[in-house]
């Protein structure tokens, strides 16, 4: 098993910038490519990033390309997810997830555990 927390979330006006925070416990954080979702009301949950387990490789879809980096220190058991420029309609309740693939996933059917999530709200 694995538990997530994240943390970070909060009220940014529109053109800001959040740093989320996710750490893990459980079992061995090095071996798991770690994701970030968000899901609007109403909406799916939509894929925000996704890091390879020791760091290497990283993806992004094009709405966020440029504007997010994902990272993480496998010391702190901790991944991390820098958003710049954020806009109203980013407003979500923002996930944490890890997988057991062998290479960096976008699908949320390939995460295996999940966090709680933490509200990113951006004010317009």
């Known amino acids: 098993q694995v538990q997530l927390v994240e943390s970070g979330g909060g009220l940014v006006q529109s053109g800001g910038s959040l740093r989320l925070s996710c750490v893990a416990s459980g079992r061995s954080f090095i071996c798991d490519v770690m994701g970030w979702f968000r899901q609007a009301p109403g909406k799916e949950r939509e894929f925000v990033s996704a890091?390879?387990?020791?760091?290497?490789?990283?993806i992004y879809p094009v709405v966020v390309k440029g504007r997010c980096t994902i990272s993480r220190d496998n010391a702190k058991n901790t991944a991390y997810l820098q958003m710049n420029g954020l806009k109203p309609e980013e407003t979500a309740v923002y996930y944490c997830?890890?997988?057991?693939?062998?290479?960096?996933?976008?699908?949320?059917?390939?995460?295996?555990?999940w966090g709680q999530g933490t509200q990113v709200t951006v004010s317009s």
């Open positions: 890091i390879s387990s020791d760091g290497s490789g990283t």
């Open positions: 997830a890890a997988s057991r693939a062998l290479r960096v996933v976008a699908s949320t059917r390939r995460y295996d555990y």
